[in-house]
T-cell receptor
Framework: DTGVSQDPRHKITKRGQNVTFRCDPI?????LYWYRQTLGQGPEFLTY????????KSRLLSDRFSAERPKGSFSTLEIQRTEQGDSAMYLC?????????????FGPGTRLTVT | RKEVEQDPGPFNVPEGATVAFNCTYS??????FFWYRQDCRKEPKLLMS???SGNEDGRFTAQLNRASQYISLLIRDSKLSDSATYLC?????????????FGQGTILTVHP
C-alpha cells in the first residue's frame, strides 16, 4: 500500500500526558499537512511542511503542539500536557507541488481520546 | 464568516435519484476547489477536483460559478454506496498549492 499511513490509529490518554503521532506520506510527495477534525465538522488546518521546512502554523496550534519533519519524509505531531479539548481525529495529508495539480491525499487518521 | 459554507443536510434520497449539493465560498481569489467524500469514522477521500468551470466523472458532475462564488456537486442515478458525507473544499486564504479549508460537510443517505 503506497498511500499515506498514520500511527497509532487510536490513542487513549489521561489529561496531562504527552502523546506523539506519526505520519508517513506518499513517498514522492514533498508537502505534508496536519489537520484536526471534531465530530460534525470538517477538518481544520493545523500546520504544513514542504520537505523538512515547516511553512505555516495555524493559530489553532497552541504552544503545547509541535510538529517536525526532520528528513523531509515522515512527520511527527506531539501534544504536551493533553487536555480534554484535544480529543479529536488528527489527519495527515500529503501532496506533490509542481505536478498537474495539488490534490491532497489523506491518511486514515489518529483518533485521540483524552480522559 | 467561514471561507467555505455548505448545507449540512441531511439529504435522504431513494436509489436512482439525482441529488445536488451547493457550496459557497467567500474569497474571490480562490481558484481551485475539491469535493471529498468521507465515510463514517474514515478519512476524507478525494472525489473530484474543480480547476475551471466544471468537471465530470461518470455519475458525478462538479461545477464552479466564479461570478456567484459557488460550487455544486451533482450525483446522478444514486447508489446505496453513495451514502456518505460530502465535503466542499477550497484553498485556505485563497492561496493556491497550499492548505485547505473545508465546509462542514453534507450528509447523504441513499435508501432502497
Amino acid at each position: 500500500d503506497t498511500g499515506v499511513s498514520q500511527d497509532p490509529r487510536h490513542k487513549i490518554t489521561k489529561r496531562g500526558q504527552n502523546v506523539t503521532f506519526r505520519c508517513d506520506p506518499i513517498s514522492e510527495h514533498n508537502r505534508l499537512y496536519w489537520y484536526r477534525q471534531t465530530l460534525g465538522q470538517g477538518p481544520e488546518f493545523l500546520t504544513y511542511f514542504q520537505n523538512e521546512a515547516q511553512l505555516e502554523k495555524s493559530r489553532l496550534l497552541s504552544d503545547r503542539f509541535s510538529a517536525e519533519r526532520p528528513k523531509g519524509s515522515f512527520s511527527t505531531l506531539e501534544i504536551q500536557r493533553t487536555e480534554q479539548g484535544d480529543s479529536a481525529m488528527y489527519l495527515c495529508a500529503s501532496s506533490l507541488v509542481g505536478g498537474e495539480g495539488y490534490e491532497q491525499y489523506f491518511g486514515p487518521g489518529t483518533r485521540l481520546t483524552v480522559t | 464568516r467561514k471561507e467555505v459554507e455548505q448545507d449540512p443536510g441531511p439529504f435522504n434520497v431513494p436509489e436512482g435519484a439525482t441529488v445536488a449539493f451547493n457550496c459557497t465560498y467567500s474569497n474571490s481569489a480562490s481558484q481551485s476547489f475539491f469535493w471529498y467524500r468521507q465515510d463514517c469514522r474514515k478519512e476524507p477521500k478525494l472525489l473530484m477536483s474543480v480547476y475551471s468551470s466544471g468537471n465530470e466523472d461518470g455519475r458525478f458532475t462538479a461545477q464552479l460559478n466564479r461570478a456567484s462564488q459557488y460550487i455544486s456537486l451533482l450525483i446522478r442515478d444514486s447508489k446505496l454506496s453513495d451514502s456518505a458525507t460530502y465535503l466542499c473544499v477550497g484553498p485556505k486564504g485563497g492561496t493556491s498549492y497550499g492548505k485547505l479549508t473545508f465546509g462542514q460537510g453534507t450528509i447523504l443517505t441513499v435508501h432502497p
